[in-house]
């Protein structure tokens, strides 16, 4: 994993935060990705003493009614956390889209009562999403992430667009790659007939088509092997299509799956395939990893900071249904190239993506970042 210091300038004597709350669309249980990892980093935060809060700042799916309440109640904690935990550190987890637009709400909250709070940054396409929206977004969105304590990108090409598109200070960026709990050592499922999963939603983006035709392809239908696709999205959509290609007796399609089952999914897995179009990082890659899987996935976001090509995982080329099939069919049908790829891919896992290694990093940062004097002020 990859925490680069962060400083602000100057060296101050650092503090140990009392508490910190995080913002997250859909709260833990239904935000997806950053759900997944805010809901391991209060999880693990037990056992270090400091406090972890969760706050939702959308509800289950967004919603004209129900979304602004939302929104409103978690400025209405923050303004109580600013009264009765004053030195409560605000993280705020942000993506594009409508949660861009709730946190250029939120954020001014935050300047205005003098909250120290973080944004984190996640998304597959940052860049894109800000290059849509009228120039005056534009100048707000820069100012908000200007005026953070600290913004956390998930790789290099995030924080190259804090720094160069959205004018943020090198200082005051951090990257942060995401992490996952260990799962434990991972049995090698010798002269079983191998089983790939996929985790995510189902979706053109995560590149759901292109894998239905990877393994409806003549090299993958001369081979033995069974396929998971576990995820939410237009799933019956994606089952005809499968029932289409004569799929239907090798691939299963669940629908989403909690924390617990998609562990005991990688479990009894062989491989893992994510074949995305654009990424930020995914937490499906870094599951496969920590369970030992031969992961196959694209090149995008900051997967090549993660995954070392033929030595912790395979790539394969976004689209390109031919080269994902030839990449399955390899670690089907040669056993030792799997195992080899699990081998060395949990031993990466340990060495660079362990929560515990990542929660350090993390302490850290809210040391620094709660250090700086904060002031009731409208604007900085």
């Known amino acids: 994993m990859l925490m680069e210091a962060f400083t602000d300038g100057r060296r101050m004597a650092a503090r140990s935060a009392a508490s910190v709350r995080h913002y997250v669309p859909g709260g833990c249980e239904n935000g997806g990705g950053i759900g997944r990892l805010v809901g391991y980093i209060t999880e693990t935060a037990k056992e270090t003493g400091t406090k972890h809060f969760v706050t939702d700042t959308r509800g289950v799916c967004w919603s004209k009614l129900t979304s602004p309440l939302r929104l409103l109640g978690a400025i209405l904690t923050m303004a109580r956390d600013r009264i009765v935990a004053p030195d409560r550190i605000h993280h705020i987890h942000i993506a594009g889209r409508g949660s861009t637009s709730r946190k250029l709400i939120l954020t001014a909250a935050a300047r205005l009562m003098g909250c120290c709070h973080i944004l984190h940054l996640h998304d597959y396409d940052y860049a894109g999403d800000f290059a849509q929206r009228s120039p005056r977004q534009q100048r707000l969105i820069r100012r908000m992430f200007q005026n953070a304590d600290c913004v956390v990108a998930l790789g290099q090409r995030d924080r190259a667009t804090l720094t160069t598109l959205l004018g943020v200070d090198e200082r005051r960026t951090v990257v942060a790659h995401n992490c996952v709990p260990d ?65 239907s007796g090798l691939v299963e399609m669940p629908g989403w799956l909690d924390a617990a089952e998609a562990r005991a999914l990688c479990a009894r897995a062989d491989i893992l395939v994510l074949p995305s179009h654009a990424e930020g990082l995914a937490m499906a890659v870094l599951e496969g990893l920590s369970h030992g899987l031969a992961v196959v996935t694209t090149r995008v976001g900051a997967h090549d900071e993660v995954i070392t090509d033929g030595e912790t995982g395979i790539f394969v080329p976004v689209g390109d249904q031919d080269a994902l099939a030839a990449a399955l069919a390899k670690l089907v049908s040669d056993p030792e190239i799997c195992i080899r790829l699990s081998v060395q891919g949990r031993a990466h896992y340990l060495n660079h993506f362990s929560m515990r290694a990542y929660m350090r990093s993390l302490e850290s940062l809210y040391e620094t970042v709660s250090a700086k004097p904060q002031a009731m002020v409208g604007a900085r």
């Open 183 to 247: 799962p434990g050592a991972h049995d090698i499922r010798g002269g079983q007939t191998p089983l790939i999963v996929f985790l995510g939603r189902l979706s053109e983006r995560k590149g759901v088509t292109e894998l239905l035709s990877a393994l409806s392809h003549p090299v993958m239908k001369e081979l033995q092997w069974r396929a998971v696709l576990a995820g939410d999205g237009p799933v019956e959509d994606y089952r005809r299509q499968a029932e289409a290609m004569a799929l």
